[in-house]
């Protein structure tokens, strides 16, 4: 994951915003948003617990996840509802490893690639690293943002998937307090993933 500065990560996203003009009506990037990126960006090493629900046609399932994040590495546990580990994907340098009990580890270039061939599933990893944040990919063209009455995303069209941002919650951090997602539901055609995070801690990478 790519580390930004505040402003230039506000550059690129009122460029790829401005790019669907065709679009009616095209939002503004309040300033409420731009203070709360301002905020989150420099807070690169972060940890989530919640669960997680997928549903892709004729399959299904939820599991508790763990996702802990720094700059140059990261882990994702999912387990069971009875605290069981079902598998971990973990990421450092260019090199990913999927492991699960009673089965040898399996490496990739990426996440994505990883679930592609285990499980047939197109799963975004790098983008829901923003997404699950609140945060568009600025690799990526922004199809569609829409804030809601505290100026905090609403709705993210990117890349074909509609992410949707239920609920916040308020998170102490070293600078002060700031609002994250608590409910993140992603959809692309046949794909459903919902995310209810419990726990999120935030801090500055050193």
Known sequence: MKAFSSF???LFISLLISGCAHKAPRPMLSEDWQSHVEQLLPLQKWQLTGKLA??????????????????KEFSLDFTGPFGQNLLSIKGQGKTVTLSEPDHAPITAG????????????HI???????????????SARVHSFETNAQG?????????WKITYNE????PTSKGEVTM???????????RLTMVIRDWQMEAAL
């Open 8 to 10: 230039a990560y506000l």
């Open 54 to 71: 997928v549903k892709v046609p004729n399959d299904g399932g939820s599991m508790s996840l763990l996702w802990q994040q720094q700059p």
């Open 152 to 160: 905090l995303p609403a709705q993210i069209e990117q890349l074909d």
């Open 124 to 138: 975004p990893v790098s983008q829901l690293t923003y997404w699950v944040r609140g945060l568009p990919d600025p």
């Open 181 to 191: 997602p608590k409910r993140v539901v992603a959809e692309y055609k046949d794909i």
């Open 110 to 121: 990426t996440a994505e690639e990883l679930i592609r061939r285990n499980t047939g599933w």
């Open 168 to 171: 916040y919650m308020s998170v």
